[in-house]
C-alpha cells in the first residue's frame, strides 16, 4: 500500500494526474474492492466471495467486490481464535481446501499434460560505432544476425529443431501453524500431481497454486532466449545482409538527431 501511495503522489508532481482521479485511485485501489454492503448482523462474521472460478472465501469483509471475488448472501459467525486465522487466511490469500474441493478437481483436470516444440529465430543485435568530429560525438548501429533459441506448443511453428517436451502440472498446498511466538506460519507442501494426494495434511492453497514443469526431468519450463511473441524477434528469412538498413544516429553535446544510411556487415 505504502508503494501505491508513493506512485501515485510521484504521478500526481512529475505527470499532473488531476488531484480528484489521484483520490479516487487513493479510496479503491488501496482496498482492491470497491463499495461496501450493507450489513445489520451482529458480533464478529465472515461472509462468502466467489469468484468466476468458483472458489471461495469467507471474509471478514463488508465490501460488495473484493479482489476479484464477489460477496454473497451466506456468512458465518467467528469466534475471536477463528476472526485471527480468517485474518491471516485474507492477508495471505489463502483458500481452505475443504471449502474448495469441487473446484479444485475442475481445476486440475483441465489441466492436462501438452508438449512443446524447441524452435530457433534470428535476432539482430545491435552493434554501436562511435564517431567523433571536433567537440562533436555521433553513434550509429550496424546490426548482426544472431541465432537464438526458444519454446513454442505449435507444432507447425517455422524453423523446429526437432526437439520437444512434454509439459506436465503439479500442484502446491499450505499449512497453517502457530510458532513459539504465537504468531501464524505458512509450511508449504512439495509439489504433488495431485493435491488431494496429500491426503489432507495440508489444509490451504493460494490461488496461484499450480506450476508447470518438464514431465520428464522435473524443471520448472525454461524459454532459454525469450518467448515466441517477444516484438524484438524476427524469422531469418527477413535478413537480408546486402541490403541497405536505416540507422539512426544520436548526437551528444547538441540537439540534433540525423538520419543515416549504413549498410550491413559482410
Same mark, same amino acid.
Given at each position: 500500500? #505504502? !508503494?501505491?501511495?508513493? !506512485?501515485?503522489?510521484?504521478?500526481?508532481?512529475?505527470?499532473?494526474?488531476?488531484?480528484?482521479?489521484?483520490?479516487?485511485?487513493?479510496?479503491?485501489?488501496? %482496498?482492491?474492492?470497491?463499495?461496501?454492503?450493507?450489513?445489520?448482523?451482529?458480533?464478529?462474521?465472515?461472509?462468502?466471495? =466467489?469468484?468466476?472460478?468458483?472458489?471461495?472465501?469467507?471474509?471478514?469483509? &463488508?465490501?460488495?467486490?473484493?479482489?476479484?471475488?464477489?460477496?454473497?448472501?451466506?456468512?458465518?459467525?467467528?469466534?475471536?481464535?477463528?476472526?485471527?486465522?480468517?485474518?491471516?487466511? /485474507?492477508?495471505? *490469500?489463502?483458500?481452505?481446501?475443504?471449502?474448495?474441493?469441487?473446484?479444485?478437481?475442475?481445476?486440475?483436470?483441465? @489441466?492436462?499434460?501438452?508438449?512443446?516444440? +524447441?524452435?530457433?529465430?534470428?535476432?539482430?543485435?545491435?552493434?554501436?560505432?562511435?564517431?567523433?568530429?571536433?567537440?562533436? =560525438?555521433?553513434?550509429?548501429?550496424?546490426?548482426?544476425?544472431?541465432?537464438?533459441?526458444?519454446? =513454442?506448443? @505449435?507444432? /507447425?511453428?517455422?524453423?523446429?529443431?526437432?526437439?520437444?517436451? +512434454?509439459?506436465?502440472?503439479?500442484?502446491?498446498?499450505? @499449512?497453517?501453524?502457530?510458532?513459539?511466538?504465537?504468531?501464524?506460519?505458512?509450511?508449504?507442501? &512439495?509439489?504433488?500431481?495431485?493435491?488431494?494426494?496429500? *491426503?489432507?495434511?495440508? %489444509?490451504?492453497? #493460494?490461488?496461484?497454486?499450480?506450476?508447470?514443469? /518438464?514431465?520428464?526431468?522435473?524443471?520448472?519450463? $525454461?524459454?532459454? /532466449?525469450?518467448?515466441?511473441?517477444?516484438? $524484438?524477434?524476427?524469422?531469418?528469412?527477413?535478413? @537480408?545482409?546486402? *541490403?541497405?538498413?536505416?540507422?539512426?544516429?544520436?548526437?551528444?553535446?547538441? *540537439?540534433?538527431?540525423? #538520419?543515416?544510411?549504413?549498410?550491413?556487415?559482410?
Amino acid at each position: 500500500m #505504502k !508503494n501505491l501511495k508513493l !506512485n501515485l503522489e510521484k504521478m500526481i508532481k512529475v505527470r499532473g494526474l488531476p488531484l480528484v482521479l489521484a483520490a479516487t485511485v487513493m479510496a479503491t485501489g488501496l %482496498t482492491g474492492c470497491g463499495k461496501k454492503a450493507e450489513c445489520d448482523i451482529n458480533g464478529s462474521h465472515a461472509h462468502l466471495y =466467489t469468484n468466476e472460478e468458483n472458489f471461495i472465501r469467507y471474509i471478514d469483509k &463488508e465490501y460488495l467486490s473484493y479482489e476479484g471475488y464477489e460477496r454473497q448472501e451466506d456468512y458465518i459467525t467467528l469466534t475471536k481464535e477463528e476472526e485471527e486465522l480468517r485474518k491471516f487466511e /485474507d492477508k495471505k *490469500n489463502l483458500l481452505r481446501i475443504d471449502e474448495n474441493i469441487e473446484a479444485i478437481e475442475e481445476y486440475q483436470e483441465q @489441466n492436462t499434460d501438452y508438449i512443446e516444440y +524447441r524452435y530457433a529465430y534470428t535476432y539482430l543485435m545491435p552493434i554501436p560505432h562511435y564517431v567523433s568530429t571536433g567537440k562533436t =560525438t555521433s553513434v550509429y548501429f550496424t546490426y548482426i544476425p544472431t541465432t537464438h533459441y526458444s519454446w =513454442t506448443s @505449435n507444432p /507447425d511453428h517455422s524453423r523446429l529443431t526437432g526437439e520437444q517436451r +512434454r509439459c506436465h502440472h503439479v500442484y502446491q498446498a499450505y @499449512n497453517v501453524v502457530i510458532d513459539e511466538k504465537g504468531n501464524y506460519v505458512l509450511v508449504p507442501s &512439495e509439489y504433488v500431481d495431485n493435491i488431494f494426494d496429500l *491426503n489432507g495434511e495440508y %489444509t490451504y492453497i #493460494k490461488e496461484k497454486f499450480c506450476k508447470v514443469i /518438464d514431465a520428464e526431468y522435473g524443471y520448472d519450463l $525454461d524459454y532459454e /532466449d525469450g518467448v515466441e511473441d517477444d516484438p $524484438d524477434l524476427i524469422q531469418e528469412e527477413d535478413v @537480408n545482409l546486402e *541490403n541497405v538498413v536505416i540507422q539512426s544516429s544520436a548526437t551528444t553535446k547538441t *540537439n540534433i538527431e540525423e #538520419k543515416k544510411l549504413v549498410k550491413s556487415l559482410t
